[in-house]
């Protein structure tokens, strides 16, 4: 069965300080994957996708950016965090052609 | 402009009881509806999936109906439970393109006993 991991679960980091945060994907190949942050209050916003690896499409220009080193591996990375970038990070697979998305557990970011 | 809208935006039930939620949209061109569900700090759950074909989709005492003439869904709980507090967003896809998803900002439900 195919499984999705986030981690930090949790983290609070200080404004200027870079970000790492990784999705791994497990029992599936070639997903397509996002990441979406979600703000209190409002919808998931989607940040990135990507198809294939070191594939990367960008929906919303911001400080953050995102990168694809394994097939199965997606990272959402920043050099100088900002408080607006609080948040709740959540990473999503689907498979190329299905209508179906799987979220993983999420990563609440928050910048002091 | 695509977009989903979902009311109530939130809403107290006892258990026991049922519920309707609404979800309207306007979303061209229109390919299928999802309702998840959310608990507090987790990631979203698929609870069901719609294609412009289907206008009715059930998932134990989850009921989903689609209306594509009028671009309406509503999600019906049947005998909410205390575990039913979470909550529910609706999401639309575009035809064109696989990662054109539409979120709705959801709906906040709590069950009391």
């Known amino acids: 069965s195919q499984t999705i991991h986030q981690w930090p679960a949790t983290l609070v980091q200080p404004v200027g300080s870079p970000l790492s945060l990784e999705c791994t994907v497990e029992?599936?190949?070639?997903?397509?994957l996002y990441w979406y942050r979600q703000a209190a209050g409002r919808g998931l916003q989607l940040l990135f996708y990507?198809?294939?690896?070191?594939?990367i499409s960008s929906e919303v220009p911001q400080n953050l950016s995102a990168s694809r080193p394994q097939d199965r591996q997606f990272i959402l990375s920043s050099k100088k965090l900002l408080l607006s970038d609080s948040g709740f990070y959540l990473c999503?697979?689907?498979?190329?052609?299905?209508?179906?998305?799987?979220f993983g557990p999420g990563t609440r970011l928050t910048v002091t | 402009k695509n977009q989903v809208e979902q009311s109530p935006q939130s809403l107290i039930i006892l258990e026991g009881k049922n519920c309707t939620l609404q979800c309207n949209y306007t979303v061209s061109p229109f390919s299928n509806l999802r309702w998840y569900k959310q608990d507090t700090g987790r990631g979203p759950v698929s609870l069901t999936i719609?294609?412009?074909?289907?206008n009715t989709k059930s998932n134990g005492r989850y009921t989903a109906t689609l209306d594509a003439d009028t671009k309406q869904s509503s999600l019906h709980i049947t005998a909410s439970q205390l575990s039913d507090s979470a909550s529910y967003i609706c999401?639309?896809?575009?035809?064109?393109?696989?990662?054109?998803?539409?979120f709705g900002t959801g709906t906040r439900l709590k069950v009391l006993a």
């Open positions: 999503a697979w689907s498979v190329s052609g299905r209508y179906e998305q799987y």
């Open positions: 990507s198809v294939g690896i070191g594939q």
């Open positions: 999401v639309v896809s575009l035809a064109s393109g696989t990662y054109k998803y539409i």
């Open positions: 719609m294609t412009f074909s289907e």
């Open positions: 029992g599936t190949s070639n997903p397509n």
